[in-house]
T-cell receptor, first 114, second 112 residues
Framework: KAGVTQTPRYLIKTRGQQVTLSCSPI?????VSWYQQTPGQGLQFLFE???????NKGNFPGRFSGRQFSNSRSEMNVSTLELGDSALYLC?????????????FGPGTRLTVL | SQKIEQNSEALNIQEGKTATLTCNYT??????LQWYRQDPGRGPVFLLL???NEKEKRKERLKVTFDTTLKQSLFHITASQPADSATYLC???????????WGAGTKLIIKP
């Protein structure tokens, strides 16, 4: 089974631009979660999608948004980029996101905002 | 306030010894706790899960304990090897929430 894939792997943008990141979950997985990881901060939860619906959302501003398609692929968008948005963005898939399901992570997208 | 704490300082262990990492939490009642390993430039990889009603879980050289009274989980790697060097993350799953809540991770360095 193919693992979780994320594209692009690296991205450089300037302040004020917007960016779209893509995540393809493991086949059969219906839950996709997105995280932001910065040094020393750990993984900060952005949102979780299941069957094209956002089920849970973290404490991020409205500039961060996402969506999930019928094939479970997911995208996240960040508008009006700020320097502080520079981070590793990880997506993780699981069967259905309920208790006891482990999450499988992609390699991440390294976003640098200049 | 609710928080999860892992030792922010790197842990240096001699090869062959047992490495013990700590995950403490406050003001949570987790349904279960997970441990992940993360290598530089890569996403975390699931290692072990322990439920609230379990005291201990083992997998090969790995052992996790979960003390809900102390609000603490310990993660042990026995007969440690340089290949075990990585950052180890703990994450809590609350019963009423779909998301995992993560610690910042502890960097483990196994010296040959």
């Amino acid at each position: 089974k193919a693992g979780v894939t994320q594209t692009p792997r690296y991205l450089i943008k300037t302040r004020g631009q917007q960016v779209t990141l893509s995540c393809s979950p493991i086949s059969g997985h219906r839950s996709v979660s997105w995280y932001q990881q910065t040094p020393g901060q750990g993984l900060q939860f952005l949102f979780e999608y299941f069957s094209e619906t956002q089920r849970n959302k973290g404490n991020f501003p409205g500039r961060f948004s996402g969506r999930q398609f019928s094939n479970s692929r997911s995208e996240m968008n960040v508008s009006t980029l700020e320097l502080g948005d520079s981070a590793l963005y990880l997506c993780a898939s699981s069967l259905d996101g309920t208790s006891f399901n482990e999450q499988f992570f992609g390699p991440g997208t390294r976003l640098t905002v200049l | 306030s609710q928080k999860i704490e892992q030792n922010s300082e790197a842990l240096n262990i001699q090869e062959g010894k047992t490495a013990t990492l700590t995950c403490n939490y406050t003001n949570y009642s987790p349904a279960y706790l997970q441990w992940y390993r993360q290598d530089p430039g890569r996403g975390p990889v699931f290692l072990l899960l322990i439920r609230e009603n379990e005291k201990e879980k083992r997998k090969e050289r790995l052992k996790v304990t979960f003390d809900t009274t102390l609000k603490q989980s310990l993660f042990h790697i026995t007969a440690s090897q340089p290949a075990d060097s990585a950052t180890y993350l703990c994450a809590l799953k609350l019963d009423s929430n779909y998301q995992l809540i993560w610690g910042a991770g502890t960097k483990l360095i196994i010296k040959p």
